[in-house]
């Protein structure tokens, strides 16, 4: 009786050991996938300060050509600059390689857009890793929350006779609640002593008034 349970016990041990050991490379598969984002400098930026959104991508492997569109409420925030970071030879820490040509860089308040369209050209390398897209840079021009909803489509690098493949990727959009701005510590306190000593002279003068018109009657 005694062997049996153990027998049991060292079964179940070992299924567990096994179900564990199955779920460590579906893991490292999630953890891996090639990801774009766009990630805001701050999830609460206050009315009348600026902000940016850089939209990065992570995990890619064999990316020639990227299509990135942001939509924002142009209610809410107004965007001032974009500013790609292409051609790692001439900016670290951005993405693809060699010549860059830039098919359309747009952006537009009016329609609370942006689109960015690049490949490489030629014989460039395919680029693999992680990297920065662009930076864009934004205005609060007014209080309450703005989606910032991200659509890209990612390629690699086509090889003759075939055409480039898009490449399989998730899209991580963001949001802004745009706030407004908290007055200082050290700021109260000056209001607060100015208008503490307003009403001190305020008062000493009304006093002073008052005494007169009583001596007065006497």
């Known amino acids: 009786m005694k062997e049996s349970f153990v027998s049991i016990k060292k079964t179940i041990i070992l299924l567990t050991v096994c179900a564990l050991l199955a779920f460590v490379?579906?893991?490292?598969?999630?953890?891996?996938?090639?990801?774009?984002?766009?990630?805001?400098?701050?999830?609460?930026?206050k009315y009348g300060s600026t902000f940016t959104v850089d939209i990065t991508v992570s995990n890619v492997q064999n990316l020639y050509?990227?299509?990135?569109?942001?939509?924002?409420?142009?209610?809410?925030?107004?965007?001032?600059?974009?500013?790609?970071?292409?051609?790692?030879?001439?900016?670290?820490?951005?993405?693809?390689?060699?010549?860059?040509?830039v098919a359309f860089n747009s952006m537009s308040q009016q329609t609370g857009t942006?689109?960015?369209?690049?490949?490489?050209?030629?014989?460039?390398?395919?680029?693999?890793?992680s990297g920065k897209i662009v930076t864009l840079t934004f205005t609060v021009i007014q209080t309450g929350h703005s989606e910032l909803t991200l659509e890209t489509e990612l390629a690699d690098k086509p090889v003759s006779p075939n055409p480039a493949n898009l490449i399989n990727h998730i899209d991580l959009s963001s949001s802004v609640n745009a706030i407004i701005p908290e007055f200082s510590t050290v700021f109260t306190l000056v209001v607060f002593l100015i208008l503490a000593t307003g009403g001190l002279i305020y008062s000493k003068k009304h006093m002073k008034k008052n005494v007169k018109m009583t001596t007065g009657r006497i």
């Open 65 to 101: 050509a990227v299509d990135v569109q942001l939509s924002w409420n142009k209610e809410i925030i107004r965007i001032t600059s974009a500013t790609p970071h292409l051609g790692v030879e001439s900016q670290p820490g951005g993405v693809l390689y060699g010549s860059v040509y």
């Open 25 to 45: 490379p579906m893991c490292t598969v999630i953890a891996q996938s090639t990801t774009v984002k766009a990630q805001p400098s701050s999830n609460a930026p």
């Open 114 to 129: 942006y689109q960015l369209v690049a490949t490489s050209e030629g014989s460039a390398a395919a680029f693999s890793g």
